[in-house]
């Protein structure tokens, strides 16, 4: 189902895949956009368009995020699929990747057809499941990979829990790269990190939290790319989920520069958040992995920058009020994101920290090319995935106007910049902001 033409007349129009930030226009049609024009005129449009004028906003391909938790099946309270769609599309996210941990969770292809259905029968953004890389999530046997495959799941991951067998790990490389399969991994060692809540370091010993130390990610992510080396003559691809700590980026690019087939990501909340965020106990700060220190946010920063990170994702994982309200050390970790990725990543330009195309690159045309999706760029024939933002307009974030069903977000309270002016899926428009909308 595909909505009227759209043309958008005289943006700033912003493509990563060709490097492009200036004036134009562009038409949708068929869910395809038709037309770009470098130009702020679009001559012989149909009759039947709707012309927007998009003089002062950006416009750009739709945000895709790789790692979103919902609780659906099992956890509707936290999130169901529409909830999170609708936030998605508030914060001009067109397309979400679900993380396998739910109850059941998706390691069999019944679950992820569950899964697309249900996205079908909501039609806002695209929903895309990630299937469990072994049964249960438990780290043992392998999943029906092939099987999820074949169902619609774009990766494979055990999402926060990592797979501590080596052999294990070792086998699902080879096997899912056997079936053109990427996998993804949350480097931490599980004996390092048991019960932490913070970073270790002075700041957690002086706050009195159990702590992990930065380098239990480094230590996993070094077996990681062992395997993979071993692997890669099999096909075998890895993304590194959610790097956060700067020793580990060192490993990263050593693998990088060998040629290994690895990307990396990283979350907006480490990108600008550290630890002293923490410091009144506030447990919407409690992330996995934690907060580091501001020499590694800043780190993540350049690798981002460089492109030695490919991808940044909201690691949008809500927690109802009963599982935040609770003692730090307790309280269950996460932030929702889908509806402040964008102002949150605008604000790192903003403030001179990364530049604009390269940070709009991470979450369109990278994350687009790691699960093998045509969108993420503005060329003809590509899919109507479209955004319209004011990226000057200050916003202070209300967690309790976010429409995500859960309201734990990191960024409440927080002064950030940009704002969606409206969100296009497939040439339908999905979101369109009201006067006064925060």
């Known amino acids: 189902m595909t909505g009227q033409p759209l043309a958008f007349i005289g943006a700033r129009l912003v493509d990563p895949e060709t490097g492009y930030d200036g004036p134009g226009s562009l038409l949708t ?38 790692r979103v938790k919902t609780g659906e099946p099992g956890s509707e309270p936290k999130e169901t699929l529409k909830s999170a769609s609708r936030a998605a599309a508030a914060g001009g996210v067109t397309s979400i990747v679900v993380m396998p941990d739910t109850d059941p969770p998706v390691d069999e292809p019944s679950v992820v057809d569950f899964v697309l259905r249900r996205a079908r029968d909501i039609e806002l953004v695209h929903v895309y499941p990630a299937g469990a890389a072994t049964r249960g999530l438990e780290g043992k046997a392998l999943a029906e990979i092939g099987l999820m495959r074949e169902a619609g799941c774009v990766f494979v991951t055990d999402a926060d829990r990592p797979i501590v067998d080596s052999r294990v790990m070792r086998r699902l490389l080879a096997y899912a790269g056997g079936l053109g399969v990427l996998v993804a991994h949350r480097p ?46 099999t096909g075998a691809r890895l993304m590194v989920d959610q790097v956060s700590a700067e020793g580990a980026l060192e490993t990263l690019r050593k693998s990088k520069d060998r040629g290994l087939p690895v990307i990396a990501t990283a979350s907006i909340n480490h990108l600008t958040f550290n630890e002293l965020d923490i410091g009144d106990y506030r447990t919407f700060w409690k992330l996995t992995p934690p907060l580091r220190g501001e020499a590694d946010r800043a ?88 955004i319209l933002c004011d990226i000057d307009a200050p916003r202070i974030i209300d967690a309790n106007l976010l429409l995500s069903k859960s309201k734990n977000s990191a960024f409440d309270g927080r002064r950030l910049q940009g704002r969606v002016l409206m969100t296009v899926v497939d040439g339908r428009i999905v979101w369109e902001a009201s006067a006064g909308a925060p």
């Open 29 to 66: 049609a068929d869910g395809c956009i038709a037309r770009v024009s470098r130009g702020d005129t679009l001559p012989g449009l149909p009759g039947d368009a709707r012309v927007i004028d998009a003089v002062g906003a950006l416009l750009c391909p739709g945000l895709i995020d790789l």
């Open 299 to 386: 780190a993540l920063v350049d690798a981002v920058a460089s492109g030695l990170i490919d991808i940044i994702v909201s690691a949008h994982a809500p927690a109802p009020a009963e599982d935040k309200r609770l003692p730090f050390e307790e309280a269950t970790p996460g932030s929702v994101g889908l509806e402040t990725l964008l102002p949150a990543l605008l604000t790192l330009w903003h403030e001179g920290q990364a530049p604009l195309l390269r940070l709009l690159e991470t979450v369109t045309l990278a994350p687009a090319r790691a699960i093998g999706s045509e969108a993420g760029r503005l060329a003809v024939g590509a899919p109507a995935d479209l």
């Open 188 to 233: 931490a060692d599980p004996w390092l990190t048991a019960g932490a809540a913070a970073s270790e370091g002075e700041f957690a010993g002086r706050m009195g939290l159990p702590s992990e130390p930065p380098a239990a990610e480094t230590i996993m992510l070094e077996r990681d790319l062992a395997l993979l080396e071993l692997t890669a003559p």
